[in-house]
């Protein structure tokens, strides 16, 4: 993944109707901060991880080109630290954000907990852009079955896999660890693991059927009765 790459990415994200799922981003170049605002851990991880960007002086920190985003709380530590009541709620709004943002003819790409964020409304947000690629250029595949026993013992799959080849049903490996977790996306999002899912969503968006997204929950939505307006 090269520079350009994840440009391109915040690029799409930019112009594309994020349907309130995907983080708005402000981009900058050549910014300065304060030195004192960073600890020498920080200083070094960033010089560790990206040492192309960064310029440190005795008084300044100069980031060559960087993304800013409203702060949230990793889904992933989220889910570490929720009551059980909470990540319930959490994993019915990760499910619903994967499903809005396909509506909208957007794969995550890298759906792990650490690319969504918990905003202070409780509301899950994606907002790692790596990986993200238009839905319908997804090809969504089940696993095929083994041809031997010893094909489920090779170092390597027993089947091909092309660049734009996603398995759903291996999404379960790297999502349900936390028996809560995997127990909650059972009974509220078991679709999601599907490959049969993905393709009909993605044959909704080339016929023209979008979903209609809606920003608010059942809870905080206004009915109908609400909205009503008496004459004076």
């Known amino acids: 993944m090269t520079h350009a790459q994840v440009r391109e990415k915040y690029r799409l994200v930019k112009e594309h109707d994020r349907v309130g799922r995907m983080a708005d981003t402000q981009e ?9 605002r960073f600890s020498d851990a920080l200083i070094d991880e960033l010089l560790a991880v990206a040492p192309s960007c960064i310029t440190v002086t005795d008084s300044e920190v100069r980031i060559r080109h960087l993304y800013m985003e409203r702060r ?3 889904l992933n530590i989220y889910l570490e630290q929720a009551a059980p009541e909470a990540i319930s709620q959490a994993v019915q709004e990760y499910g619903d ?6 509506a909208a003819n957007i794969f995550a790409g890298d759906m792990l907990f650490k690319n969504f964020g918990v905003s202070r409304h409780n509301r899950v947000i994606f907002y790692d852009y790596d990986e ?10 089940r696993i095929p079955p083994p041809r031997y026993p ?3 013992l090779a170092a390597e799959p027993w089947y091909s896999v092309g660049e734009n080849d996603v398995f759903p049903e291996e999404f379960r490996t790297f999502l349900l660890v936390n028996r809560t977790v995997a127990k909650e996306f059972d009974r509220l ?35 109908h009765t ?6 004076a």
């Open 97 to 102: 954000a994967l499903k809005e943002l396909a």
């Open 28 to 36: 900058y170049r050549h910014f300065i901060f304060p030195r004192d």
């Open 72 to 74: 949230m709380i990793p």
């Open 150 to 152: 010893e094909d489920e």
């Open 189 to 223: 999002h078991p679709e999601l693991f599907e490959a049969a899912y993905w393709q009909q969503l993605q044959r909704q968006v080339k016929a023209g059927h979008f979903h209609d997204v809606r920003p608010y929950n059942d809870e905080n939505r206004l009915s």
């Open 226 to 231: 609400q909205m009503a307006i008496k004459p």
């Open 132 to 141: 993200i690629a238009y839905l319908t250029e997804v090809n969504f595949r």
